[in-house]
């Protein structure tokens, strides 16, 4: 398990503090390399990829089970084949700590 996966997500009202572009690469270089980032930095997204419909929503609710339980919650697209997942810090305009932190949960749960 990845440093980042052993911590819990802190508060979000606000005054998590926005990560550097230094910090974010290397909490990035932690998880899974299918993690991507966008281009303005504020969305850390996985596509995860089955041959099947089940997989795809047990994918889904594995991470709407990790969302709800560290009270950051991540946006989750599925459909047959296909379980899309995105974390952001929508308050902050940018990631945090908590984003990665919710990444690295969610990869420790689907190896």
Known sequence: ???IASKNCAAC?????????ERIAHLKSELDPAWTINVVGNALSRKFEFKGFAKAVYTANLAAFLSDKEGHHADV???WGYCQVT??????GRLSENDF???AKLDGLVS
Do not use: N, Q
């Open 87 to 92: 974390f952001t810090s929508h308050e902050l």
């Open 77 to 79: 697209a599925f459909g």
């Open 101 to 103: 932190i919710c990444a």
């Open 1 to 3: 398990m990845s440093e």
């Open 13 to 21: 009202d606000g005054w998590v503090p926005a990560l550097s572009d």
